[in-house]
């Protein structure tokens, strides 16, 4: 084996299995796209064998597979088709080849070569040629989900820069063909001509299941009209109206429905608990001449009825269903309601727990295609929504259709169940009625709005009143506050003042001590050296200082007896002698 061969054998299998995955697109996987480019003839001869053809269009830059057709095929072998065949709806028909034609257009014009719509522009485009009705949120709504459709099957691909922003892929050039077309449009000629039937616009009923419902018993009784129109006949008793009161149940209100009303029936002689009971005759007691009624089923069972509706133009299913079941000693059965937007089926989603309504309860909670009400207002507001029906009243219409035998006067039923009511002469009478009471409000009024004018001055000179009895209050409180104010800062003052007095007075102590310790020590030296003076003959010192003491005072008193005497020569007038 060469290295040729084996690169062939590492990239083979990669290029097999993108194809087989889907479209491979040069820009893309631009290593993949050369080495499809280089290996074709021998992905050519694998998908052959399983019956597929490869086909590559590199001027647009994409490759794809395409069954091969049976004639096309071996004749000793019977190959399985790999690639299904898609039944394509009237709208994402309609998508694609307007896209197609827009795409012709844009390749027409030369410049960018890919093709980029908005959102807006697509549901512009299909808008031109649908019914939209008045519900233009609700059509809206129908075209996004045929461009998803459309992006599903790789014919649209959304751009990174935004959501709302669409690029139209090449491959729709090799779908949307000559040939596409002119199929298509033989299909729809034949349509117009009458060989072959449009499909019913909106929801019509698909199917009907019900389980222990009347004499319906142990298993699930189905209808299935398809969304066509469907005639349903028996003997009297074989249980056409329970039917017909199963699909009532799940659109009218329980306090609107009058079971049995299908036969002719004026009084309730059904009701919803007999249907779970599933009563189907009286017996009368001997004893006491009373009826009893006779049940098919006890007070531990449940029951079910189920309905799915189809819009096969739109590709939607709806499906309604209730779950009833009784407690002891009541007769009033209780409800579980239900709405999905997927075929449900009481086999497969309604057994399986027993008798424990929780368990169902929490599994159906675990569905993410299911809904579950409690009443019946939440439930018809999310049937109606789903449905596409408006208002209330065209349930109302149902109910009383869908038992009708005969209309006494045709102008009276039209007004009364498809008209809205008209409530003109009671809102006159109202009116007239209420005029006393508005002149009187209107009085009251005037009344009150020139008492809230006088009252205004007044509330005002009461609010600035509570404002300066507030003010005074405030300086009142601060002024019994002041005694206490000044006695706590008088106290902080002579704590501090005290604080200062006991560090001086340890400051002087301080200095008291050194003091009385130099006086002890000056003392010391005082007693050292008189006794040095007395070892140096202080004695004599003390004599001499004693004399001396004795002879300034005889000094001092012959001082004063000079001067006596000079006084007394002065008086005498008598010259000083001289020595």
Do not use: C
């Not at 890919?114 to 709504?141: C, H, Y």
């Not at 009209?225 to 017909?244: F, M, R």
């Not at 039923?413 to 009511?421: K, N, T």
Request: proline content about 3%.
């Amino acid at each position: 084996m060469n290295a040729l061969e084996v690169a062939q054998g590492n990239e083979l299998p990669s290029i097999l299995v993108a194809l087989l995955k889907g479209v491979v697109y040069r820009e893309q996987a631009s290593q993949l796209w050369r080495d499809l480019l280089n290996l074709q003839g021998s992905a050519r001869d694998h998908l052959r064998l399983l019956g597929l053809e490869l086909i590559i269009d590199e001027a647009e830059g994409y490759a794809y597979l395409r069954q091969i057709e049976p004639d096309a095929a071996t004749e000793d072998e019977d190959v399985p088709r790999l690639i299904p065949r898609r039944q394509l709806s009237y709208p994402l028909s309609l998508l694609l080849v307007l896209l197609r034609k827009r795409l012709a257009q844009h390749d027409a014009q030369g410049g960018e070569t890919r093709l980029v719509l908005s959102r807006e522009q697509i549901v512009d485009m299909m808008r031109t040629f649908l019914v939209v009705g008045t519900n233009e949120a609700k059509a809206e709504e129908q075209i996004l989900r045929h461009i998803a459709k459309a992006e599903e099957l790789g014919f649209l691909r959304t751009m990174k820069e935004g959501e709302d922003l669409y690029e139209v892929r090449r491959i729709l050039r090799a779908f949307v063909n000559a040939d596409w077309l002119a199929g298509l449009e033989a299909a729809y000629r034949d349509m117009r001509s009458g060989s072959t039937e449009t499909a019913p616009l909106g929801f019509r009923l698909a199917r009907l299941e019900v389980f222990n419902w009347g004499t319906f018993h142990a298993r699930v009784w189905r209808i299935e009209p398809g969304g066509e129109n469907a005639l349903l006949t028996g003997d009297i008793g074989s249980g056409k109206s329970t039917l017909v009161d199963a699909l009532t149940t799940l659109l009218v209100p329980p306090r609107k429905i009058t079971y049995n009303k299908a036969a002719g029936a004026e009084v309730r002689e059904r009701s919803l608990y007999s249907y779970v009971r599933g009563e189907y005759r009286s017996v009368s007691n001997e004893l006491t001449g009373s009826a009893q009624a006779q049940s098919l089923r006890g007070e531990n069972s449940y029951s079910v009825i189920l309905g799915v509706f189809a819009d096969r133009v739109a590709e939607r299913n709806v499906t309604v269903a209730q779950v009833f079941w009784s407690k002891e000693g009541e007769r009033n059965p209780e409800r579980l309601y239900v709405v999905s937007n997927d075929r449900l089926t009481i086999t497969e989603d309604f057994t399986g727990f027993g008798q424990d309504i929780q368990r169902l309860r929490k599994r159906l909670r675990g569905d993410p295609r299911v809904a579950l009400f409690d009443s019946f207002e939440e439930y018809s507001v999310r049937l109606r929504r789903e449905l596409g029906v408006p208002h209330a009243q065209a349930l109302d219409l149902f109910y009383q259709t869908v038992s009708m035998k005969s209309v006494g006067n045709l102008t009276e039923f039209v007004r009364r169940h498809m008209l809205e009511p008209d409530d003109t002469d009671d809102r006159i009478r109202a009116l007239i009625g209420n005029f006393e009471n508005l002149n009187h409000a209107h009085d009251a009024v005037v009344r009150a709005r020139d008492q809230i004018e006088r009252l205004a001055p007044i509330a005002a000179d009461g609010e600035r009143l509570e404002a300066q009895e507030s003010y005074v209050g405030a300086l009142r409180r601060a002024r019994e506050a002041l005694a206490a104010y000044f006695a706590g800062h008088r106290a902080g003052l002579l704590e501090r003042h005290i604080e200062q007095l006991e560090f001086d007075k340890g400051k002087w102590e301080q200095q008291l001590e050194g003091e009385r310790t130099r006086l002890e020590e000056l003392s010391r030296r005082r007693a050292e050296l008189q006794a040095a003076i007395e070892r140096q003959g202080g004695g004599r010192i003390r004599e001499i200082d004693a004399t001396i003491a004795q002879k300034e005072i005889e000094r001092g008193r012959q001082r004063k007896m000079t001067r006596t005497t000079g006084a007394s020569v002065a008086r005498s007038r008598l010259n000083p002698a001289s020595r």
